[in-house]
């Protein structure tokens, strides 16, 4: 493919350099892949991109200006919106590009492959996956249509047409189906049933499966002769921004008051920090906890931890919407913190019972897991789809996208 000579700046070696560096970390080895990585320019899709500073505020990066830093394997954010609970969130990135081989290598694409992309964010991706497959063969869908238009026109700038579509990905493109595979950059609830519809028997979805906030993690399925799919979670930890399904940012979360003067006292030895720490306990948990947490760090004067701030918590928190709440003291007395919990539930205890099930397996890695789905039904299996350790997701209940109560089936 010849590129139009009007990119800016001395681009190619930046592009060589990264594809090596991809290449020497284990994580671009398909050659015609490699070969996309070198060709297409990434600061193309983001010519500017936006930073956090010390104080929290966000700083906009010219990258004509910095080569080197968009040619690096890291996201960078690429749009921001006001976010509904006041401050700013960010509404596309730029995946890191390591994350994007890697994801495009599992896909395991031969030529003549048909792949939608949910989640076209800059182009990018939808760039590197029409140099390797061709126009003809991409298609990608974004909810921000303005998105949309940028990447449509910045493709379009280097010669590279794939189909983009302005809508809620988790629809899947039905009109252009049946694909080869289907992979999200963008994490969802649960995998849409329309995702498996419109696979190819023997395709392939590859998906961030999180069924709650920051529990779950990328998942490759493939589309089973008997309708279902089924396949294991990657090795890797992987986490993207949440699928929404209309523009514009997430709806704000709720608030659960804290109210130490009626909560019950008692110590752990497990570490306050599960909740980032250990992300196959977190995600156990969630399957008692239920779709919907927060959680966070208190700090000594209230309010939120800026970014890069020195401010140091005094504990981590978790609370769900029907009141019930924890509160773990980071500092302990030997190897003891102190919990207080509060509501109809002990939310603390309930991670604790998922980090002794975790123990009892053998502390098993993300790829001893795995995902099968049938129209009505999500269950994770360790080691096996026949284990005898299960857990599930129940059955869609209100919008036929978010899952309603989470549960432990055995
Ligand atoms: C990490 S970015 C994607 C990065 C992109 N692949 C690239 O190469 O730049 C995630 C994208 O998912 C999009 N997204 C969120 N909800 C979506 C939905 N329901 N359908 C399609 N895209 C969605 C966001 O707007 C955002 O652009």
Known sequence: ???????????????????DELAAAGKLTEPRLAEAVRAVPRHAFVPTYHQQTADGSWARCVSVDDLASVYANTALITALAPAATGGTT??????????????????????????LEVGTGTGYNAGLLAHRLGDGQVYSVD?????????????????????????????????????????????????????????????????????????????RLTRRDDDRAEGRFDATYA?????????????????????HDR????????????????????????????????????LPEGGKIPAHSDTVPTASWIATPDGSWAEITLAAQNGQHEVAEGGPRRLWRLIENAYDTWTDLGRPGWDSFGLTVTPGTHTVWFDQPDSEHTW???APVDDGEKFGAAGRAV
Request: aromatic residues 8%; proline residues 8%.
């Open 143 to 219: 909810v921000e249509a303005d998105l949309v238009e940028l990447a449509r026109q910045r493709l379009a700038g280097l010669g590279y047409h794939p189909t983009l579509v302005a809508g809620d990905g988790a629809a899947g493109l039905p009109e252009h189906a049946p694909f080869h595979a289907i992979i999200a950059t963008c994490a969802v609830p649960a995998i849409p049933w329309a995702w498996v519809e419109q696979v190819r028997p023997g395709g392939v979805i590859l998906s961030d499966l999180k069924p709650a906030p920051g529990a779950g993690s990328l998942v």
């Open 239 to 259: 986490a993207f921004m949440d699928l929404r399904h209309t523009a514009g940012n997430n709806p704000a979360g709720f608030r659960v008051e804290r109210d």
């Open 263 to 298: 909560a019950e006292y008692r110590t752990t030895s497990l570490d306050p920090n599960t909740p980032w720490a250990s992300l196959l306990v977190w995600f156990l948990a969630s399957f008692d906890l239920g779709p919907e947490i927060a959680y966070g760090y208190t």
């Open 1 to 19: 493919m010849t590129k139009p000579n009007t990119i800016r700046g001395d681009w190619e070696p930046h592009a060589g350099r990264l594809a």
């Open 392 to 394: 599930y997701l129940a």
């Open 90 to 115: 960010v509404l596309s990135s730029s995946t890191q590009p390591g994350l994007m081989t890697r994801m495009i290598e599992a896909l395991h694409l031969i030529d003549g492959a048909r792949v």
